[in-house]
T-cell receptor, first 112, second 115 residues
């Protein structure tokens, strides 16, 4: 079973709306990272949040981390068609040998 | 900007062929990784390397081997390609930061089809 699991599997919204994706994980972590993948391309790092942080912002992105619930959320505000992509969370945990473990991803479609 | 390049974007091979996938990074990163990505399964780690001539098995190393003769280059080898190795292969690199994994930088991926 995967360390990180995203929810929902797919999300379709209108341009200008906010998009929220969630990630749940199983073990204590050092940090949690979010990546974006445009169709058929490599992954691009978006944001890293450490286990002692609760919230981070980067432009239109807001990430929260709740270590008590072992969950994180990624909020994209005022979405654009260019935000259409797959989004992955990845966790770094000592239990997994300090390697990044990726979830299966959320497919986001932003309709213009 | 960090650049990670992969030798091919698309590759078609026959069953039983030996396949080489090459990855080069230009940021002097110690860590390099090979993943495969399949629909619904996310990224799965095949092999990784924390230094030249060093390699460690990931979660799914069977049927693969790797080579890291130079710091900037990490090669993935399919000794005898099989149809179940048809997949997207992604290379990544990163700096080490103590024991924690920091940001990984990915190449564009190689989509391999084994016939």
């Amino acid at each position: 079973s995967q360390q990180g699991e995203e929810d929902p599997q797919a999300l379709s919204i209108q341009e200008g709306e906010n998009a929220t994706m969630n990630c749940s994980y199983k073990t204590s972590i050092n940090n949690l990272q979010w990546y974006r993948q445009n169709s058929g391309r490599g992954l691009v790092h978006l944001i890293l949040i450490r286990s002692n942080e609760r919230e981070k912002h980067s432009g239109r992105l807001r990430v929260t981390l709740d270590t008590s619930k072992k969950s994180s959320s990624l909020l994209i505000t005022a979405s654009r068609a260019a935000d259409t992509a797959s989004y992955f969370c990845a966790t770094d945990a000592a239990e997994y040998g300090n390697k990044l473990v990726f979830g299966a991803g959320t497919i986001l479609r932003v309709k213009s | 900007d960090v650049k990670v390049t992969q030798s091919s974007r698309y590759l078609v091979k026959r069953t039983g062929e030996k396949v080489f996938l090459e990855c080069v990074q230009d940021m002097d990163h110690e860590n390099m990784f090979w993943y495969r990505q399949d629909p619904g399964l996310g990224l799965r780690l095949i092999y990784f390397s924390y230094d030249v001539k060093m390699k460690e098995k990931g979660d799914i190393p069977e049927g693969y081997s790797v080579s890291r003769e130079k710091k900037e280059r990490f090669s993935l080898i399919l000794e005898s390609a099989s149809t179940n190795q048809t997949s997207m292969y992604l290379c990544a690199s990163s700096f080490p930061r103590g024991q924690a994994q920091e940001t990984q930088y990915f190449g564009p991926g190689t989509r391999l089809l084994v016939l």
